[in-house]
């Protein structure tokens, strides 16, 4: 007992809290994108929370206040999106330090409200203290017909993984902001949109609540590897994920030869997409595919599939075949 | 705009936050102990959120980790009390430093556990990050009959003020923590306790919830000074708080004499108690107060009463009359 929380990791941290928590009698608990509680007959109420900390998850001279504000509801909804379900309510939870500018509090305000008007969710409370450094907490409410919540946990073997939109271009707005790079401003104003305000999926992931044959879902927030891996541990199984078949779009390539980086590596290990990763039957696929393209105007692409436990977890590209860590991790990377 | 949130302080900040985002059309809405929502005919969700900050609202060497989990749902609960409701689910958001020993955040848990399990609550979900210091942040659900919420807002002139318990044992505690005086280990033990295991008032919270003829109710955790104050513009009223029917105990006492402070000001400024603050009719007090005291063993005081708004919100105290201000700020006090 006398390791770090740097030497476990995140991973471990929460699987240590869930193994203590453990089954709560609950339909969703915890571990998946967001909790589903039975608290009304047909419906069930979902709840999610995310944590925001400066200099970790944004930087105040990168992102304006009502960017801030913007993303910190927006990857919450994220999390109610992959379970299939409405956002309903949100309380934001607030540190600041004394001599903020009470401007950057407006801004970051007008910037929530933005993103509650966008999903049609109500703020309903909060908490105001000081601290020596911003950190965001919000908690959102949402709602989903009882039984057809999303999990990350109910692929099955033989299943196709598949994506919403691309992937890779968050990290590309990152990159660009750390450092820009000579890029046209059409791919520099897109994938810096695309960092600073994330688009969740929440009609997608009504549609997949919707279909018949839909395993696991997930929304990306730390990477296409990292989420396969979590898909075909919660599920129990291996998977196989074929990265020349991952969506890049052609900004996000324009950003990264700019850069002189490889696109594929922020695809797999970038995070902040937001996308939802699904697994769904074969036979399903191609209506599923036209229907969310139809009725959305977004792309889905087959990138891998689930397999039995036996086959591992792994990244084929070209000839070469990678077994699958865990991804990013928030300790490890910031204090490793 | 050029203000810094120092100068503001946190009631004007909340205010501006109320203002923007105004009337939600839900049953209880921002500003309140918690927000009642309508999901479920005849029962009203409750929702509330807290922070806890490092070197703010705890310190590692003061505390230990499993009373920090503790009292960081502990608080909540109170907050759920204070509507008269029961305590249901929660989320933990957990900001951590990644040279944090994984000791710590093990016994954060098991206080965490223990609060759960004394007050029935399941813990559904959460969320980990790296942060330079500890923040944790707790959203806890709860339900109440529709309709017998306990509101800040719904007091009448001549409404008898009152407090259950009794008042500046949480500060002494504190200044027992900060440096030690010549007490005796009893007081010492006492005090210390009711700064680092905070006991909310569930069940005289759902009493007064069951009771006609009360007004408006408020958990006090910025003392009673404050929470007066609260009360009385929250309903468009004044009030009268008497300083000498302050409830304040023996241990209480003898921990300001070997401080050379006085114990009042603790009760009004110090904060933390957790106590309830309510009023009531004054035909309804005595039956109240012995229900209260049969049901749960806890002692209730009139403190004082709401009075019409021209006669302004005092403080009574022998011959001087103070007209109370807004009270602890959290803000103001730590960086102005």
């Not at 801030?68 to 994220?78: E, F, H």
């Amino acid at each position: 007992m006398n390791a770090k929380v740097s030497h476990l990791g995140e991973i471990a941290l929460v699987a240590r809290l869930l193994e203590r928590i453990g089954s709560t009698g609950t339909p969703v608990g915890p571990g998946d994108d967001a909790a589903a509680l039975e608290i009304t007959p047909g419906r069930w109420l979902l709840a999610t929370t995310d944590i925001l900390v400066e200099g970790v998850h944004f930087r105040s001279d990168w992102a304006e206040a009502w960017q801030v504000g913007y993303k910190s509801l927006a990857v919450n909804v994220s999390d109610i999106a992959a379970m299939g379900g409405s956002p309903t309510y949100a309380l934001i939870s607030l540190a600041l330090p004394g001599e903020l500018s009470a401007a950057w509090v407006e801004g970051f305000y007008q910037g929530l409200e933005r993103c509650a008007l966008r999903w049609g969710i109500k703020i309903v409370g909060g908490d105001t203290v000081a601290a020596p450094q911003v950190v965001v907490t919000v908690t959102l409410l949402g709602e989903v017909e009882a039984g057809r919540a999303l999990t990350r946990a109910a692929g099955r073997p033989g299943d196709i993984l598949a994506v919403t939109g691309d992937l890779g271009a968050a990290a590309a707005g990152l990159h660009e902001l750390e450092n820009p790079g000579p890029v046209s401003s059409a791919a520099r104003s897109s994938v810096l949109r695309r960092h600073l305000l994330p688009a969740p999926r929440v009609r997608e992931g009504a549609i997949l609540a919707g279909t018949p044959g839909i395993g696991a879902v997930i929304d990306l927030s730390d990477g296409l590897a990292r989420g396969a891996w979590e898909v075909a541990t919660a599920c129990g199984l291996g998977a196989e994920v074929y990265a020349e078949r991952l969506p890049v779009s052609a900004f996000t390539r324009e950003v990264a030869r700019g850069h002189g980086r490889d696109p594929l590596e922020w695809a797999l290990y970038g995070g902040e997409d937001y996308e939802l990763l699904f697994s769904v039957r074969p036979s399903e696929f191609a209506a599923l595919r036209d229907r969310i393209r139809n009725a959305c105007g977004t792309p889905v692409t087959a990138v891998g599939c689930l397999l039995p436990r036996e086959a591992g977890i792994v990244l084929c590209r070209g000839q070469s075949r990678l077994t699958l860590g865990k991804g990013y991790e928030h300790f490890r990377s910031t204090y490793g």
